[in-house]
């Protein structure tokens, strides 16, 4: 079963497929008409990569280099070619913003072609923040370049001394002085000229910024409420078949005997098996529901499976002396022994399920032995390597295209449902769409690893750190290392042997680290009688960060708050993806009942300039609802290799009722580049809460989700 | 063979060959290729699918589409008049009430049952009645505001 468990994005420890045929400059220049052509060398787009990742790095560093592409047409019309992908995250806006900044066009010329395999450049993923800081960066130089040269041949055209006459605006060239204009599409004449251009083209700095830095309603927005928009799910091919796949009891299950008989006499039904896999295809949906019913198999289940109950101690049993980079500095011991306080704790965290409201979906064509596959996923590239290893084919006659999809949450990095649907296409030689159901997406999906934290600390009278131990079992390494400073520290993540299918997840173990990390801080305030405001800005040297902790504080009125019977207040602060977040709840707790009510959320965030200030607020607010579920009740539950609650009338996440005013600062730090958001605003909400929880009743929880059934079954 | 049945949706009259035990969702996405009701979830927990039976707010997955007899049935394809958007979509927009707007068809028509009912809600009411619609994108507060938006535009777009 062991094989079945390796995610190639496990922690996120991304490996580049080992061959990429990227679309190569010829091939792409061949698919475009005349016009301007952009291509940008993307150097500095994988800097990130070759620090943390070597080998991704390194058979990257052997394909073509090009990152970004832009296209200006003869009409004058825009196209952007980006491997990147909309899951909701609303990137299509931003960088349609980011990209008229710089071109001086309106928003609306412009297109963005996102992550079709066989049009955009490589690209290795939508995920870790990297959209807008290094794709958004890079389009803002092609677009900088592009508008140089349109400047260039106007200049030529109208045989003006230079530029500097010249203006930019409303997709035109204009020369006010002369009272003359051309259209952007009209300079080329025909001709299609082609710039390369590298890492260092001037950018327009964000103090100057008109369109980018300001609210743009998103791009697809009336697609989206007039039902037009096509996600995958929705897709419909000419003479396309509907798939369903045969799904084994448990996880670790062999199939031991199957008769299809019963299913291949329905008429229509192509019934697939290959190797384990299982599936049919059908014209519509309620035959193959009824073909699926129909299979006869027999399974062979294994046991000892670990269940939700004993899954840590499993963790902890099969963990790891060493993995990641342990993080290391002065003597744990010396800086124990020079505590007033020391404190030991355990924290855990639940496995939890990404719940993408649009379930996995795909539609996959075989025509003349290439495969074109339409999905929702954030690794088309990825999806693209792993079909054309399932099928022994080269990534050339492979096609993969991403519609904006209904979500993710870094739940979709795979593409297990692109290779079910392209199998059982190949098999009924027709098309085939396959939407997983509720049920399999919460059990044959990955989920949000759990894990346990052990935290051994020191801390002298006056609220001085002396001492951080901390030991992460399974969930990640994301966002370990501690922001505090201290003098003496030792770090390290320790995998494990996870019963569950797991990977990334929204902010990755960012979220339960800094869970630990912030209850812990409380607990020690608490322990030498600080306030935990006051202790944590005591042991904080990072600017950025005291810059959020104090604007989160300000705006809640931590310092003013008037105690209450039955509530409190608590915050939380971190560091992750060059974010920078403070978060500060409220809540009410009725001993009684132990009903736990958030009453308000304020949060602090900061992330360099600001792109795109409705869309941030509108993914900072997703996040910390996001967050709220995970904190409170979400846990996925197994035993004997059965998710036991695969519904969402058995697993909670946030609704309507559920959600506290939620109140966010800003920080425009426009001196500063800009960091992704989609991910980092999450990490500080659940402690928050707990420290909420511990001021308001007194009972610590270490455990996430805190509050699964009311507190009322916590012991204080 | 399974019998043909009469349906009317978004003002026009369907003939549909469909078992009367077929979701009202299945048969809007496979028969008349309206996509717009999304599935979500199966067991009418997400309310992603929800269209409006005459006039009321049902969640199409778990209806089966022989209990709709000669009831209209409005979709969010049905809401627009050619290129003007109704006041609600429109409120959507400016309210920016959605990020991968897979739930946001659902809402609109859950939203669109409470105006029948109560034409201008109050927050709480708002929320009450989306309770059973997920956004798992978590746009809940715009959400309530793009509804209270288009009452108020409703409310005076009827005072006219």
Redesign the interface.
Known sequence: MSEQRIEPDRYELKKAPRYHFALSRRQFLGTVGAGVVVLVVARDGLSLDEQEFGEAAMLRASADPISAWLHIGEDGAVTVFTGKVEVGQDIRTSLTQAVAEELGVPPARITLLMGDTDRVPYDAGTFGSRSTPQTGTQLRRAAAAARGTLLRLAVERWGVDDASQLALADGRVVHRAAGRSVGIGELTGGRKLVETIDADAPLRPAERWTIAGTPLPKVKGPDIVTGRHRYTSDMRLPGMLVGKVLRPPSFGARLASLDTTGAEAIPGVVVVRDGEFVGVAAPDEATANRALAALRAEWETTSSHPSHRDVFEHLRRTASGSGGSPGARGDIEAGLAAADERHEASYTAAYIAHVPLEPRAAVAQWDDGKLTVWTGTQRPFGVRAELARAFGISEERVRVLVPDTGSAYGGKHTGETAIEAARLAKAAQRPVRLVWTREEEFTWAYFRPGGVIDVKSGVRRDGTLTAWEFHNYNSGAAGIRTPYDVPNVRTQFHPADSPLRQGSYRALAATFNNFARETHMDELAARVGMDPLAFRLHNLRDERLRAVLEAAAERFGWSRWQQRSGRGIGLACGVEKGGYVATCAEVEVDRASGRVRVLRIVEAFECGAVVNPDGLRNQVEGAIVMGLGGALWEAVEFEDGRILNPRLSQYRVPRFGDVPPIDIVLLDRKDLPSAGAGETPIIAVAPAIGNAIYAAAGVRLRSLPLVPHGLAGTAP | MAPVLELRVNGRLHRVQA?PA?SLL?VL??DL???????????G??G?CTVLVDGRAVRSCITPVGSIGARPVL???G??DGDA?HPL??A???E?A????????GM?MAALDLLGRAPAPAEDE???A???????????????RAVLRAAGTATEAGNE
Do not use: H, W
């Not at chain 2, 290729?33 to 067991?43: H, I, Q, R, S, V």
């Not at chain 2, 959605?98 to 068809?105: D, E, K, L, R, S």
């Not at chain 2, 997920?134 to 746009?139: A, E, L, V």
């Open positions: 078992d077929k299945a996405r496979e290729d309206l996509t717009g009701a999304k599935y979500g979830c199966g067991e927990q997400c992603a979709t969010i394809e809401l627009a958007l979509q429109q959507f927009l400016d920016g959605m990020q991968c707007g897979y739930c946001t068809p609109i708002v929320r009450r989306l309770e059973g619609n997920i956004c798992r994108c978590g746009t809940y507060s715009r959400i309530v």
